[in-house]
């Protein structure tokens, strides 16, 4: 299964960036799907998530600044990050998850840098 990220590259502190993941449209329908980050020497950790019923839940540290949305016509995620700031540099991970289910994907990443 495979997970298209993109949208990612060097933003300046306090700019916006917005990142996308496509999936297949078989798993997008029924999976909930999220970003997750990893900056240098760091694990990877959650950002957001959105069910397929459009329910979020965010990371505290980016409550506020990011949205996460989905659409279901396009089998497509999009994670719309604002007021970025240095300690959000990491590489940023498309996921689907299903409920109830072992199988998991992930996208091959997509760098965000955030400096001057």
């Known amino acids: 299964v495979e997970l298209v990220e993109s949208g990612g590259g060097l933003v300046q502190p306090g700019g916006s960036l917005r990142l996308s993941c496509s999936a297949p449209?078989?798993?997008?329908?029924?999976?909930?799907m999220g970003w997750f980050r990893q900056a240098p020497g760091g694990q990877r950790t959650m950002v957001a998530t959105?069910?397929?019923?459009?329910?979020?839940n965010y990371a505290p540290s980016v409550r506020g600044r990011f949205t996460i949305t989905r659409d279901n016509v396009k089998s497509t995620m999009y994670l719309q990050m604002n007021n970025l700031k240095s300690e959000d540099t990491a590489v940023y991970y498309c996921?689907?998850?299903?409920?109830?289910?072992?199988?998991?994907?992930w996208g091959q990443g997509t760098q965000v840098p955030v400096s001057p």
């Open positions: 996921n689907a998850d299903f409920e109830g289910e072992p199988r998991n994907y």
């Open positions: 449209d078989s798993i997008f329908r029924i999976a909930t």
């Open positions: 959105v069910s397929n019923t459009k329910r979020t």
